[in-house]
């Protein structure tokens, strides 16, 4: 396959494509996908071109933040096809967070059609094997039209653009890459709130925190249970992952975002790896006995947390052998270097 030698930046300037060195940034990809709701019907626009949309200057979207987003990665296998993780399950959070922002769900067929159109009209963009770099894959929901009332709109768009992108946190994965977290004072969601699903005002809610946590020389920031601020949350748009003993333990919350990496990561140590598994409260001060800590998500894939700091205490953890067996099951599976036992591939070009 023939890959870009150049990719366009924002204001026309054109820059080389260098897929071992990307950071995790937006770079303008030729094509988007896109979906009109109107009048109570989805419509399908298929592959556009323009990157900026006009929006009604009173949608919903602008001004009382009724937006969804999700991310996956696209990633050439092994094998040399192109694969998508479970994305079905990205559609199924949408639709999820559709329900709750008083939107219609966008059909399950439309959106991995938009997945598959999309990473297909920008085929030369997604890294190849062995990379390290994946296209990740950014579909959204917007509500918009002619509106000033607090209230959902009528009409709704449905976009996906992607972009090729290297590691989240710099560094990636790895014995030598330990990165700090700072627990935050903020908290991004409310305990019944809206942090269980993906909708933008979260993470605009989140900004502070961030801000404050690589302002102090963090990578992130570490939540805190919204109602006491007594049990983890999540780091930054990461779950959190902790060993005690033998046990893979993972934070159980309504105001985190239930994440699909999360779910297979628990998913290959219990089934896989034969790992006894616990989703459940965790008190900070837990942290005290556990061994080892990390956190996971699309974006992060797996982090090893090397130190998180509070306000009077901090806690250092080694780097554990499991965090790599389990990221070479989880990222073998996503690339065809490994079997797929449990389904969680998708072909997207064979
Ligand atoms: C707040 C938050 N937590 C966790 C995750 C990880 O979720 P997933 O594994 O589905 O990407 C994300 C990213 O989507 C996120 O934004």
Request: proline share 7%; with cysteine.
């Amino acid at each position: 396959m023939d890959k870009p030698r150049f990719y366009f930046l924002n204001g026309g300037k054109t820059a080389e494509l260098d897929f071992a060195n990307l950071g995790f940034d937006y770079l303008r990809c030729p094509y988007r996908f896109e979906a009109v709701f109107e009048h109570g019907i989805w419509r399908t626009r298929g592959v556009v071109e323009d990157n900026v949309m006009h929006l009604p200057e009173g949608s919903q979207a602008l001004h009382y933040g009724q937006e969804l987003f999700e991310g996956m990665k696209v990633q050439t296998g092994s094998d040399g096809k192109v694969y998508a993780f479970r994305p079905l399950e990205n559609a199924r959070r949408m639709n999820d967070g559709a329900r709750y922002i008083q939107g219609p769900p966008v059909p399950e067929d439309l959106f991995i059609r938009g997945i598959e159109e999309v990473t297909l009209a920008n085929l030369p963009y997604v890294p190849p094997y062995g990379s390290g770099a994946a296209l990740y894959v950014r579909p959204f929901y917007l509500g918009v039209g002619d509106n000033v009332g607090v209230k959902p709109a009528k009409s709704y768009v449905f976009r996906i653009f992607v972009t090729p992108v290297g590691p989240y946190f710099k560094g990636g994965f790895g014995p030598d890459q330990g990165k700090r977290f700072r627990v935050s004072e903020h908290d991004r969601a409310a305990p019944q709130g809206t942090g269980h699903i993906k909708a933008g005002g979260n993470y605009a809610a989140s900004f502070i925190a961030g801000h404050e946590a690589k302002g102090h020389g963090y990578a992130e920031a570490l939540y805190l249970d919204p109602a006491e601020h007594t049990y983890i949350e999540e780091i930054g748009a990461a779950n959190f992952l902790g060993l005690k003993g033998k046990t893979l333990v993972t934070p159980e919350s309504h105001s985190i975002l239930p994440s699909i990496v999360r779910r297979s990561i628990m998913e290959i140590a219990e089934k896989l790896f034969k790992w006894p598994t616990e989703t459940r409260k965790i008190p900070l001060a837990e942290l005290d006995a556990l061994d080892a800590a990390a956190c996971c998500g699309t974006a992060a894939v797996l982090v090893w947390v090397q130190e998180i700091v509070g306000k009077d205490k901090s806690w250092v953890f080694p780097f554990d052998e499991r965090w790599q067996k389990l990221y070479d099951e989880l990222v073998g599976i996503q690339t065809a270097a490994r079997p797929d036992p449990f389904g969680w591939r998708y072909e997207i070009q064979g």
